[in-house]
């Protein structure tokens, strides 16, 4: 197995930071490797701390009826462009991270959000793009009510909130740009009636 010398912090911005990892490959060859972080610290990074943390919260939420899910349109630097995504956000420190969905489902679309009970290994935190970052999200699963509002959107934000019926979802799906993490989920939703049946938590 490779082997870490050295962790060198590269950047130092509040969201997001590389750092150069100095390495020992498995073949003995020294050589380097970037890895963008949510951590501030090199410390903080999880291949030095070695433990599990959700950076961020994603949230698949659906209307009582569950004939609409609710989405996001928002523009991303990287791409030029707008995206569709599930609404998504930092947990805070010392924040859990059900409490840090209710607050950005609010937050991005004014919508009040109640989490649902599922079988632990659905929200578990797991890994966005590891090739690149260490950054971990956990996924939470509930129903919405209220009206869409886009009042409480910071001024860096630009979001459109939606609510999609299966028609539209599959419209997106096949015309527009969509974040994997919220594909994986709109394209079940699309063909299931019961869109929390197969994660309801078992006794």
Do not use: W
Request: with cysteine; glycine share 4%.
């Amino acid at each position: 197995m490779a082997i870490i010398k050295e962790i060198v912090q590269q950047t130092h911005n509040r969201f997001l930071n590389m750092f150069e990892l100095k390495t020992i490959r498995k073949n003995g060859q020294e050589g380097s490797y970037f890895v963008a972080s949510r951590a501030d610290k090199p410390e903080e990074i999880e291949c030095s701390r070695h433990t599990v943390k959700p950076d961020g919260v994603i949230i698949y939420a659906v209307t009582s009826d569950r004939e609409k899910v609710l989405l996001v349109r928002q523009y991303r630097y990287p791409i030029d462009n707008y995206v569709y995504e599930l609404p998504a956000g930092l947990v805070d420190p010392g924040e859990d991270y059900r409490t840090a969905a209710v607050r950005e489902v609010h937050e991005e679309t004014g919508l009040h959000f109640t989490p649902i009970e599922v079988d632990p290994m659905f929200e578990k935190p797991r890994y966005t793009t590891v090739g690149m970052t260490d950054e971990c999200c956990a996924i939470v699963y509930g129903y919405i009510d209220g009206e869409l509002s886009t009042d409480y959107l910071e001024a860096t934000e630009e979001i459109v909130p939606l609510l999609a019926d299966r028609r539209e979802v599959r419209r997106i799906l096949k015309e527009e740009r969509v974040a994997m993490p919220c594909a994986d989920h709109i394209e079940r939703f699309a063909v299931e009636k019961e869109p929390f049946a197969y994660m309801e938590k078992k006794n």
